[in-house]
């Protein structure tokens, strides 16, 4: 995205012509580097012309700009606005389109080294599910894995596949899938130290003051444990499986505030909005989520793991509409012994997850919506 002027900025940048420069896209790159230097000197010196008159000292030197900021910080803020304008490069079509898991872990991705593909920075869980899911029947269902690659930084990434690349500005919906987010082993790891906290409590009465106990407002602490288990119940994810973590519709912004949505009708009318009233984009999804659902039934993967915080991306365009599996991360193969159905509540040391749950409950819903569409 390229960075834009604040009002500031114009302000001082109008007041001198040869801001305006243009810069010929058929210049080599030291002609351009050179351009672009004489520009932001020229804007600098435009910003401090008064002093510059004054001062034996050049704008280049470092004991200037060390005076001169502090002298004069709007000045300071234009300049580097318009340096971040020249030097910050217009986005490819190819790369305008937000990935939908960037939501809560922005600064996570990068750009694919292969063109059709996204960096993930690691998890180790992630990546194992990765590579084992491109031999299981669900290889379909969820984006190519393409190893692990380090950046110039030395931090490793996930190479997946950019799921949305074959869209054409796609509205995109991330569902959280069961009925819990949280691994069990989270829960045992905050009862090993089971000290109640101040900042849970603050965020939980920012949320409903009633839900705190008479004790809890007393002590205004609350256990980490409790905390993660009311945290899940203000949302569909308990009730109906699944809860929408997100929604961006094309060339629209991104939209967050959907924890609190919990009753079914309320969900169902948010699945609505999304699809647009489209029957065709409807019928697409659901025969998707067909698919999705006989397909878990038979895979090796799905039986033996323990599905947690994973989601289910929808995308769609004018033409097409699809869904992935995606979020790997707190899935974790179950202990020996242990053999889940997918489509029971949890109760403590089950280690049902609800996958199956939740997914019955988007058909349902959607099926609802298309015999009234």
Excluded at 228 to 257: D, P, T, V
Excluded at 356 to 372: M, P, S
């Amino acid at each position: 995205m390229t960075t834009t002027i604040t009002s500031t900025s114009n302000e001082y940048l109008s007041k001198w012509p040869y801001c305006q420069c243009q810069i010929s896209s058929s210049c080599s790159s030291l002609e351009r580097n050179k351009s672009i230097n004489n520009a932001l000197l020229d804007i600098w010196q435009g910003l401090n012309t008064a002093e510059l008159q004054l001062s034996s000292s050049s704008p280049t030197d470092s004991k200037y700009f060390e005076v001169h900021v502090t002298k004069n910080p709007r000045g300071w803020k234009a300049f580097s606005n318009a340096v971040a304008t020249f030097l910050t490069p217009t986005q490819k079509k190819e790369e305008r389109h937000q990935w939908v898991q960037l939501v809560g872990h922005r600064g996570t991705f990068k750009k694919g080294i292969h063109d059709g593909y996204i960096l993930k920075e690691l998890s180790e869980h992630e990546e194992y599910c990765c590579e084992i899911l491109q031999t299981d029947s669900l290889k379909d269902f969820v984006p190519k894995y393409n190893g692990i690659v380090k950046d110039a930084e030395g931090r490793l990434f996930i190479e997946m596949e950019d799921l949305l690349a074959s869209f054409n500005d796609p509205s995109i919906m991330d569902c959280k899938i069961g009925v819990r987010t949280y691994l069990e082993e989270e829960l045992d790891k905050s009862e090993c130290n089971p000290e109640p906290r101040t900042d849970l409590y603050n965020k939980m009465i920012a949320i409903d003051v009633a839900a705190l106990t008479e004790k809890e407002h007393e002590e205004k602490k609350i256990l980490k444990t409790r905390y993660m288990i009311w945290r899940e119940s203000l949302s569909s994810s308990q009730n109906l499986g699944f809860r929408i973590e997100a929604i961006q519709k094309s060339h629209g912004s991104m939209s967050k505030q959907f924890h609190r949505i919990k009753e079914r009708e309320d969900v169902k009318q948010q699945l609505k909005d999304f699809f647009t009233n489209s029957l065709s984009r409807a019928n697409q999804y659901l025969e998707r989520l067909f698919e999705l659902r006989s397909t878990c039934i038979r895979s090796r993967f799905f039986q033996s793991h323990e599905l947690i915080g994973s989601s289910l991306l929808f995308v769609h365009d004018k033409n097409k509409a699809s869904v992935w599996m995606i979020d790997f991360g707190k899935t974790r193969f179950l202990p020996d012994g242990i053999h889940i159905t997918h489509e029971k509540s949890w109760l403590r040391n089950s280690h049902e997850d609800g996958y199956l749950i939740g997914l019955d409950n988007i058909i349902a819903l959607l099926q609802e919506i298309i015999n009234e569409l």
